[in-house]
């Protein structure tokens, strides 16, 4: 209830005239006409100072250096709308998705709009907006992207002369004269072509398995996988090679015997890919994988190749523990 004030004292007409001769008679007190505007406003008086005590709860968070004020949720994101008689000039705030809520009005939680329209406190995480372009996400970068290498190395593989080819395939095999001299290159360049040709099974294998495989545990944990069946499986392939070279086994010629392609990566994915499966996709697939990888080995058609696909599949297989711990704090990046 508001304070109102009231005039006292004696009634506004004048009586001087009548008190004149009257001896010893105080004068009287002139009386302030009666107040008709609005109420005077209370004069400030200053807080009594208190010492906080111990029940007085304490703030755990700095206080906001900057005002708040509150906009229509209507307002679209990163919009400019006008304000009156802010405080400090301010003449738009930006709105902003307000991050925990609304206000006790319904309305979100916008900061005065700094230079460039800009929000003033640029420090805080940039929220997507309600439009954003997801669909223009690349879902597996890495496996697209070898994809689209291969797909260059087979059109070469196809359409140029047949000693250049030779000459190609020649210089990126994994025998044991080349990872004697350039192991590095060699295992590198050897994974850039495609035995058979783009058409090859192992192509769609590939494809379909590095992407399942990528999307779970992420690009470069993908092709540490790849790499890894790639380099181990060829490694042991290629060193009883040399050794049977060496005691005489095997004839000299054995060692530049003519080894590239992406097979035994893909071994190791498809081994990989099988521990993050559920049991029921899990069991299917690595009895048809290994029984069509058992069915060359007994055709006898390429003894050192089959071996080396069984040894790849086993080594993804051998990354079920890791690859596991590898999918989980993937989900926790991605949120």
């Known amino acids: 209830m508001e304070r109102t004030a009231a005039a006292t004292g004696l009634p506004s007409h004048d009586t001087r005239g009548l008190l004149d001769g009257i001896p010893c008679q105080p004068a009287p007190v002139r009386s302030a006409p009666p107040h008709t505007g ?148 060699v295992l590198l360049a050897s ?40 380099v181990l499986a060829t490694l042991a392939t290629e060193v009883p090679v040399g050794l049977a070279v060496l005691t005489g086994g095997l004839p000299g010629s054995s060692l530049h015997r003519l080894d590239y392609g992406i097979s035994f990566g893909v071994a190791a994915s498809v081994g990989a890919l099988a521990g993050l499966l559920r049991p029921w996709l899990r069991l299917p697939l690595l009895a048809g994988f290994g029984a069509m990888l058992l069915q060359d080995l007994v055709a006898h058609t390429d003894p050192l190749t089959n071996w080396g696909h069984l040894i790849a599949l086993a080594i993804g297989v051998a990354t079920w523990p890791r690859l596991r711990n590898w999918e989980r704090a993937h989900r926790l990046a991605a949120g």
């Open 38 to 185: 609005p109420p005077p406003a209370p004069r400030p008086t200053a807080a009594p100072l208190s010492t906080p005590t111990s029940a007085e709860p304490r703030p755990t968070e700095p206080l906001p250096t900057e005002p708040l004020y509150a906009v229509p949720l209507s307002a679209a994101p990163g919009t400019a709308v006008p304000l009156s008689g802010v405080p400090g000039g301010a003449s738009a705030v930006t709105a902003r998705p307000r991050v925990g809520g609304l206000d006790a009005s319904g309305a979100g939680a916008v900061r005065p709009a700094g230079q460039g329209g800009a929000p003033s406190d640029a420090g805080a995480p940039a929220l997507p907006s309600a439009g954003g372009a997801r669909w223009c996400r690349v879902p597996a970068p890495f496996t697209l992207a070898y994809t689209a290498v291969l797909a260059v190395t087979s059109y070469v593989t196809a359409h140029a002369g047949p000693a250049l080819v030779h000459a190609l395939h020649q210089g990126s095999s994994t025998d044991v004269a080349h990872l004697v001299r350039t192991p590095v290159l």
């Open 191 to 230: 994974a850039l072509w495609v035995a058979g040709g783009f058409a090859s099974p192992f192509t769609l294998g590939f494809l379909v398995v590095l992407t399942a495989l990528e999307r779970r545990v992420g690009g470069a944990r993908t092709a540490v996988v790849f790499l890894l069946g790639h």
